[in-house]
């Protein structure tokens, strides 16, 4: 490609940050057998200073997937993984793949109702889970298959000094005197998977093409479906995320890891875009600011990637205690509007630039960034990333692109666009369109250097600490409740850049409203981020001639009453 054909937000790219890459032959597999080959003495793997090397990782994975071989895990079975971040984590997704089988990331404190939602679109007979909340999996009824419940006892990874030291949100658990009751089956411990021996290297390896996860979201409408993600798609956006961070050396980065692993913004940057540069990844089971501070004191952070509150969190904090973070050079915040205010403070206390970039889990999850660079412009998205195209095309008529600096929706193309929708062919066709062109429902705006700015959203999801929170799913519970006659749902933006969940509820003649009791109805059935922070009863709701509920006149009328 030319200068003269290279598009033109190419020119705001940082110096040295390539229009295209070169694009994956071989699979995730193949990545991370080089990874263990090339950085063998070197940590891969830090959690709560207990460290694994490269050597050992590579070891283990052969392990855990010739114990999952002889569970009868073969090519293309789905295996289940319900873990907070932790080396196992890291551990089961590669023995997994080296089977040629297909990850399922799921959030361990998600309901038990949650959980057996999506464990019955895909299926898996094999689940590897948290030993806090396996008693979810084995809650479920007998026709969804799972097989094989391997239990997890994180604090195993940690040195047994600082067991003790992990706070986490337990779920409320019932357990036997033994361990972990059990109805059809069968319970293992994760040490006892690791026992088998290495797996033959001449197992079959996975195809670059090949299915190697399936990561559920609420996509661009309803109800979470399976985002089908190719280890080609993974490898990709891991590779553009190197060369979008031109500089960063290989084999010498510190990543923070604290976003959660079964989320596609962690899965990318910790176990792919991690291993791909052979870097040391200090790994958190979930956010606290004690934990990564203190942590900052040992192991010097370089690449930071986040949502903006856990930014300003970590910025204060830094910021009052005095602790260094003038080691991070790479610092990008997604999943969520990032403001200006925030980019200042962290800014100011890092030294270094914090940009704010853009993704969908249907794009393996970034597609667009702002550069490392002077170009950067705060209050926008940023520009693509190499070898990804855009359009902003008629949100009624997708076909028909809109003029030049007119809003419309954002349609992107490029090696990380995902597979389609597991078993769900008319939702990938409504939003997967000729061409390999992916449709993400947010309306922008691009200047004249090819910078996007989001302006509206089509698509009703309310973004909440980094999380899709579907407005149906959470109407849905509420109006299982006998005192709600009818409920909407929408997002209330908040100050930090991200929204609340409110509900508007219409209640059964002569019933007051119970505020606390619909939060905790709700509670039992949806995991915490997706619990309404405030229900406000109303006497009717807004509604089509088709009797549709308006969530934007909705939306505007909570908004109006805050």
Not at 248 to 258: D, L, P, S, T
Request: glycine content about 8%; some cysteine.
């Amino acid at each position: 490609m030319t200068a003269a054909q290279e598009p033109l937000w190419v020119k705001n790219y940082q110096p040295g940050v390539p229009a295209t890459i070169e694009l994956p032959t071989e699979s995730l597999t193949a990545m991370v057998e080089d990874a263990v080959a090339r950085y063998g003495p070197k940590v891969a793997l830090e959690f709560f200073g207990a460290e694994t090397t490269y050597t050992e990782l590579g070891e283990q994975i052969n392990r855990a997937a010739e114990g999952l071989r002889k569970l009868g895990v073969r090519r293309g079975h789905r295996v289940a993984i319900v873990l907070p971040n932790c080396p196992q984590y890291l551990i089961a997704f590669y023995a997994v793949l080296r089977l040629g089988a297909v990850v399922v990331g799921h959030n361990p404190l998600y309901t038990e109702r949650e959980l057996r939602h999506q464990f019955e679109n895909h299926g898996a007979q094999v689940a590897i889970i948290w030993d806090k909340a396996a008693e979810k999996i084995q809650d479920f009824p007998d026709d969804i298959a799972v097989k094989t419940v391997i239990a997890v006892d994180i604090t195993k990874a940690m040195p047994r000094l600082k067991r003790m030291a992990l706070r986490l949100p337990l779920p409320s658990l019932r357990r036997t005197r033994a361990g972990l009751t059990t109805k059809t089956q069968n319970t293992m411990s994760w040490e006892k998977l690791l026992s088998a021996p290495p797996l033959d290297s001449a197992h079959p390896r996975p195809s670059v093409k090949d299915l190697a996860a399936l990561q559920y979201t609420s996509g661009t409408t309803g109800i979470p479906k399976g985002v089908m993600l190719t280890h080609f798609n993974l490898r990709s956006n891991a590779l553009q995320g190197q060369a979008w961070m031109h500089g960063a050396e290989e084999g010498k980065e510190v990543i923070y890891g604290v976003l959660p692993m079964f989320h596609a913004f962690g899965l990318t940057l910790y176990l792919t875009f991690a291993m791909l540069t052979g870097s040391r990844l200090v790994l958190f089971p979930k956010f606290d600011v004690d934990l990564v501070l203190s942590a900052a004191k040992k192991s010097k952070p370089t690449v930071f990637c986040a949502v903006p509150p856990i930014y300003e969190k970590v910025a204060l904090e830094s910021k009052e205690r005095g602790i260094d973070l003038s080691t991070i050079r790479f610092a990008i915040s997604g999943a969520m509007t990032l403001p200006a205010t925030t980019v200042k403070l962290w800014e100011e206390v890092s030294g270094g630039l914090l940009v704010e970039g853009y993704g969908l889990t249907e794009s393996s999850p970034v597609a667009l960034g702002n550069p490392f660079a002077d170009t950067r412009r705060n209050g926008t998205i940023g520009v693509p990333f190499p070898s990804t195209e855009m359009r902003v095309a008629d949100p009624e008529h997708p076909e028909n692109d809109v003029p030049a600096g007119t809003p419309g929706e954002l349609l992107i193309r490029g090696p990380q666009v995902f597979a389609g929708y597991w078993n769900n062919t008319e939702d990938t066709e409504e939003v997967l369109l000729e061409g390999g062109w992916l449709r993400t429902g947010d309306i922008v705006t691009v200047d004249d250097d090819g910078f996007v700015k989001v302006v509206d959203r089509r698509k009703e999801l309310i973004i909440t600490g980094g999380f899709n929170v579907s407005p149906s799913e959470v109407e849905e519970v509420l109006r299982s409740n006998q005192d709600i006659a009818d409920v909407a749902v929408v997002g209330l933006a908040r100050p930090d850049g991200g929204e609340q969940v409110v509900a508007a509820v219409v209640l059964q003649p002569n019933t007051d409203l119970d505020e606390a009791g619909l939060r905790a109805w709700c509670r039992e059935r949806l995991t915490p981020y997706k619990v309404p922070r405030r229900i406000v009863a109303v006497e009717e709701l807004p509604k089509s001639l088709l009797g549709k509920v308006l969530r934007r006149q909705v939306r505007d009328l909570l908004a109006d009453d805050a």
